[in-house]
């Protein structure tokens, strides 16, 4: 009952937001957060609980629609649930005096709900129906601010389209061949399944849920959608929504599929996951160099988050404990600080007006705290030691390594240093450097902003000291589907070829940046001056001259940038192009001259005619 | 109890001892330059010095982060020191091994580039750029070549890769990591930021790029920083390389002979420029740090 409970508060609750704006905004307001704390809590009491309830019998034969609870799906709902919440009370102030709020309150609330319903889904119908769903919300929203963001979310939605066809295939092929869309009989049957037909099921939804998480090279959507999407709504694209098809990937794979089946797919060096692997080190390679190209902030940070859904594709289908967790732990990780980063961006924007990395900086001074917020997300980007990212990197490149794929391994951590410039430019870029004179009254901003972003960045750093917290939920999920247990502590892994213990790290650096704090404050005070003070070897800048951010890394850029073209979109670009010339030929037919209609009909009952009496059909 | 007094006791030898060679290392420095170049050159203790007299100084500060950044960074120097094994030293084995370094690492780095980020000058921020790009070049070779001693003795632990060292032989005699470790050698001018890869400061060019804005205490902190660098590039060098040593006398001795070669590197060439850099670092020491992971995965 509680699972049916949940879903009614989640879609009756945007129900009703979308009809008390009606009557009044501040009452959509609270409803709106209500609803979604609510949700929150409801989900944080389901925590070890496993159920499953049927919750509607239906009309065909083994086709009853269920709803199911474990740890593993609860990780993801929690997850869900905080985020989103997280980004409609950001939503309160950045929405605020914009057109149609009432229609967007709506639709944030109905692509939660959905994802909610998709990760509680116990059969692939009510899946692909609330998979259905969160598409076609999210479609909404990313063509929210119209204009060019109508071309991005038309973009987003023909692929993904394509994708749940694509899924929609494997799914009747399983009921076709199975008599039952229920994942855990599924589960049992799949377990005798030829391996060519084990194949064809990971393809077909491969395609669907690979394009909801933009592994490349069916990236070309994302980019352009995250972009262009309201920043409350880029935060949980971005921080949650792909993460349904990594989900997806989770369920294919180690329920669905299973462990041994998985990884016993193909040959030695050509083998499926090994495969998978590589597609994830070029999802993190390419797209981490070419945000370092990019002079949107939001562009940059959507390109940043194909290369950190590489990072999960490769632990999660690396196939070992360590990498398993390591992937699973990074989903919630990237979730944390890429969500925080879309919102930071999201609070620029609102209060300056502008996202263009070339025309903002110095805001440090300006907005302080969002300027911490965002250093430690951006560590947590990074993978700086004592933020989360961090571990789950560190696991991740520790099983590459001694399983013996230090190519698998070199790729990602070179990712990490891609991660490293374009996170220090959009740092630089956006809040040290001059500050602008159009920008010298910009207030902080809001709390109900603020807010969000704090909790997120508390997370970064808790789970980046502490990592056991989620640790330990992810090994019960990785031992449920068959992989060896990890010696979890609440400090870190323990193991005989390498142990991580992030508490003893964290005191070294707290003793240390302590003892130097000390050593600095002890010596003699500093004056503190002006930003237009500044040493420039004898002579006068004007002042609008002495900010360096634009093409930041230039040297890098003329090397790099020939080899950086996304000859994939160009290719995706050229179809449609090509389909579309091919539809205006065929329009010709419509001339809209009722003569011509006329002679058609002619002409097909002259050939009717013909037909009959040479062969006499009929 | 008493376990905690000797560990701190060893922290605290440990980051004294390699403050001391890295401060030693900068004054002979001087020393070995201004002879080859025929002048006399500054008393060896010229740096510490130097460190007294800038602590004693008057400075200027642009904001909180211009403070916090410089000391991150320290921060970052000093934690990794920790890290690296000196003889039968190493306070903090346990803690990561060489992924946990490679990570330390970054926030030498990041630190400096956010403290002069916020001294919003000119200078600085290309001298930022200009690091991050270098540091992408040298990393390429680099982490080639930390795979490649990883996956050959197969364990993260530097100091489980000391001891299989001290039992085979140095990795650097060793036949499938002898590649990497002419990579390495070729691309330690880059990490230590000698000639012809002084591209970040370019005191000619650049005003000392990140440097431009410190003066004073900020100046001491950035010396000494730049000792503990010096000593964590050569150490991380000679452990993973020339096989570390059994006593610290041992491991000084080596770390100087590599230092001594890479001053006369310093005193005979002239600056890149990052496009060349760049282009250098990535063809031969890629290229042969490439072939030598390989072989390693290859010979395994």
Redo the contacts between chains.
């Keep these: 009952m509680i699972l049916e409970t949940l879903l009614i508060i989640a879609f009756g609750g945007a129900l009703i937001t979308y009809l008390l704006g009606k009557i009044s905004k501040k009452t959509r307001n609270i409803s709106a957060v209500v609803v979604l704390l609510a949700l929150v809590v409801i989900i944080t009491f389901l925590y070890n609980i496993s159920s499953k309830e049927i919750f509607y019998i239906g009309f065909l034969k083994n086709l009853s629609l269920v709803l199911r609870i474990n740890t593993f799906s609860w990780l993801f709902a929690i997850t869900i649930s905080v985020v989103s919440a997280l980004s409609i009370i950001f939503s309160l102030s950045y929405i605020k005096g914009k057109e149609r709020t009432n229609f967007y309150y709506l639709m944030m609330m109905l692509v939660d709900a959905s994802m909610i319903g998709i990760v509680l889904a116990g059969d692939f119908v009510t899946f692909y129906i609330f998979w259905e769903i969160m598409s076609w919300s999210a479609f909404l929203l990313i063509s929210y601010n119209r204009g060019a963001a109508l071309a991005a979310g038309m973009k987003y939605i023909i692929m993904s389209v394509i994708g749940s066809m694509a899924m929609l295939i494997g799914i009747l092929s399983l009921y076709a061949n199975y008599g039952t869309l229920n994942i855990s009989e599924l589960s049992a049957f799949m377990t005798s399944a030829s391996s060519v037909y084990i194949l064809f099921i990971l393809i077909t939804f491969g395609i669907g849920f690979g394009v909801k998480s933009a592994i490349i090279p069916l990236h070309a959507w994302l980019p352009d959608a995250h972009s262009q999407a309201p920043s409350p709504f880029s935060a949980v694209l971005s921080g949650i929504l792909i993460k349904m098809g990594i989900y997806g990937f989770i369920l294919i794979f180690y329920v669905i599929v299973g462990l041994k089946n998985f990884l016993v797919l193909g040959s030695n060096w050509s083998s499926f996951h090994y495969i998978l692997c590589w597609v994830g080190v070029i999802t993190i390679v390419i797209p981490s160099f070419i945000a370092i190209l990019q002079d949107d902030a939001k562009r940059l940070l959507a390109w940043s988050s194909i290369g950190q859904i590489g990072y999960i594709i490769l632990g999660i289908s690396f196939g070992t404990s360590l990498g398993f967790a390591g992937g699973t732990f990074h989903i919630i990780n990237h979730a944390i600080f890429k969500a925080l980063l879309f919102l930071a961006v999201g609070a620029v924007e609102y209060r300056t007006g502008t996202r263009d990395l070339n025309s903002l900086g110095g805001l440090i001074k300006k907005m302080p705290i969002t300027f911490l917020v965002v250093l430690i997300g951006a560590f947590g980007l990074i993978g700086v030691p004592l933020t989360n990212g961090f571990v789950s990197k560190w696991m991740i490149y520790k099983t590459l390594i001694l399983e013996g794929h230090p190519f698998l391994a070199f790729f990602a951590l070179l990712g990490t240093w891609a991660a490293i410039l374009y996170t220090y430019k959009f740092i630089h870029n956006i809040f040290l450097g001059q500050l602008q004179e159009k920008h010298e009254n910009i207030k902080r901003a809001p709390f109900s902003m603020q807010l969000p972003m704090i909790i997120l960045a508390f997370a970064i750093i808790l789970f980046g000291i502490l990592p056991g917290i989620p640790l330990k939920i992810i090994n019960t999920i990785g031992t449920s589907f068959g992989f060896e247990s990890l010696n979890v502590n609440i400090w870190g892994i323990a193991s005989d070829t390498g142990t991580l213990n992030t508490v003893n790290i964290f005191m070294a650096i707290l003793v240390i940046g302590v003892i130097l704090w000390l050593i600095f404050k002890a010596a003699r005070k500093s004056v503190k001056i002006n930003q237009y003070d500044n040493y420039a070897a004898g002579f006068s800048i004007p002042k609008e001259k002495y900010n360096y951010t634009v093409n930041f890394y230039n040297p890098l850029y003329r090397i790099i940038t020939p080899y950086l073209k996304d000859f994939i979109d160009d290719f995706y670009m050229w179809i449609s192009r090509e389909i579309k010339k091919m539809s205006v030929s065929v329009r010709r037919i419509y001339s809209g001259d009722i003569g011509y209609y006329i002679m058609y009909i002619m002409l097909f009952l002259a050939l009717l005619i013909f037909v009959q009496i040479k062969w006499n059909l009929w | 109890m008493e376990l905690m007094v000797i560990m701190i006791f060893k ?1 605290i030898l440990m ?1 004294f001892l390699a403050f001391i060679i890295g401060i030693f290392f900068l004054g002979l420095a001087r020393k070995i330059i201004a002879r080859i170049q025929w002048r006399y050159g500054p008393p060896i203790t010229q740096p510490i010095i130097d460190i007294i007299k800038l ?11 211009f ?1 916090f950044g410089i ?2 960074s ?3 120097s ?2 990794l020191t ?1 890290f690296l094994p000196m003889g039968k030293m190493c306070p ?1 084995s ?4 060489l ?2 370094i ?3 690492m ?2 030498i ?2 630190g400096m ?2 403290s002069s ?7 600085a ?2 001298g ?3 690091k ?2 270098l ?2 070049g040298y ?2 070779p680099l ?2 070549i930390f ?2 001693v ?2 050959h003795y ?4 530097i100091v489980k890769i000391v001891k299989i060292q001290s039992n085979t032989g140095w990795s650097l005699t060793s036949l499938p990591l002898l590649l990497s470790g002419i990579a390495y050698i070729l691309i330690l001018p880059a990490i230590l930021g000698v000639r012809p890869f002084d591209i970040v400061k370019a005191p000619q060019e650049i ?1 000392s790029g990140p440097m ?2 410190y003066g ?3 100046l ?2 950035a010396t000494i920083q730049h000792a503990f660098n010096e000593f964590i590039a050569l150490s991380l060098f000679v452990n993973l390389f020339l096989g570390g040593a059994g006593n610290p006398g041992y491991f000084f001795l080596k770390m100087l002979v590599v230092f001594f070669i890479y001053q006369l590197v310093n005193a005979v060439f002239l600056r890149f ?3 060349q850099a ?2 250098y670092l990535w063809k031969w020491p890629t290229l042969l740090a490439l072939a030598g ?1 390989i072989i ?2 290859i010979t ?1």
């Design positions: 922290i980051i602590f004693n100084q008057g400075s200027m500060s642009h904001g909180v982060l403070n000391i991150l320290l921060t970052g000093i934690v920790l903090l346990s803690s990561g091994g992924l946990v490679i990570y330390i970054l926030l780095p990041l580039a956010l980020g916020e001294a919003a000058n000119p200078n921020s290309i930022i750029s200009r991050f790009i540091a992408l990393e390429v982490l080639l795979l490649a990883m996956t197969d364990t993260i632990s005003s431009v804005e004073g205490k900020f001491a902190l420029r990052i496009e760049l282009k992971l390693v995965v395994n």
